[in-house]
């Protein structure tokens, strides 16, 4: 039987990030291949990094939990009446939305003086996006007329300013 990130930490479903970080630390000083050269301590201390890293992150630990922890468990002792397809299925069905597609990667020339390329810096940038139109759905119809929000063109133009992390040591015309 496979074990569960949080018993692979020793810590409780309910265990706050501190106490996740705690047990964290605490094991990786028994486990660290500088400390244990075992071949079943490096096992474990990949386990137990594999582990933190998903119940240390919120999106991470959401999406595990929705398909591990609770009475639907794919690791649970119990789970033998459930089928794989049982780990697709959510507690909720969504309605369905489209699909985001990958688009092609922005760009955008930025400026920086000597001691921001060696130090790091964040600027703001104005980026303009397309998405379907929400109210057509992309179709450039409504009701038989041309849609009016997007003008017919199945797609609405959104602009918006990001904040862009530039790290320290940073070259010329590095992307």
Not at 46 to 73: M, P, Q, W
Not at 88 to 98: G, I, L, S, Y
């Amino acid at each position: 039987m496979l074990k569960s990130y949080y018993e692979i930490l020793n810590v409780s479903p309910k265990a706050t990030k501190e106490e996740i970080k705690n047990q964290y630390r605490k094991l990786v000083r028994i486990y660290h291949p500088d400390v244990n050269s075992s071949f079943e301590a490096e096992k474990i201390f990949k386990e137990i990094n594999k582990a933190a890293d998903i119940l240390l992150d919120d999106e991470k630990r959401k999406s595990y939990d929705k398909f591990h922890v609770g009475n639907k468990s794919f690791y649970d002792k119990n789970s033998s009446n459930y089928t794989f397809s049982d780990l697709f299925k959510t507690k909720k069905e969504k309605p369905k939305t489209p699909e985001a597609k990958d688009g092609e990667d922005i760009t955008v020339s930025v400026d920086i003086d000597f001691s921001e390329a060696f130090l790091g810096t964040y600027r703001v940038v104005n980026i303009a996006r397309s998405i379907v139109c929400p109210k057509c759905s992309g179709h450039k119809f409504v009701n038989g007329s041309k849609c009016t929000y997007c003008d017919g063109l199945g797609e609405k133009t959104i602009k918006r300013k990001i904040t862009v992390k530039i790290p320290p040591s940073i070259k010329n015309n590095e992307k």
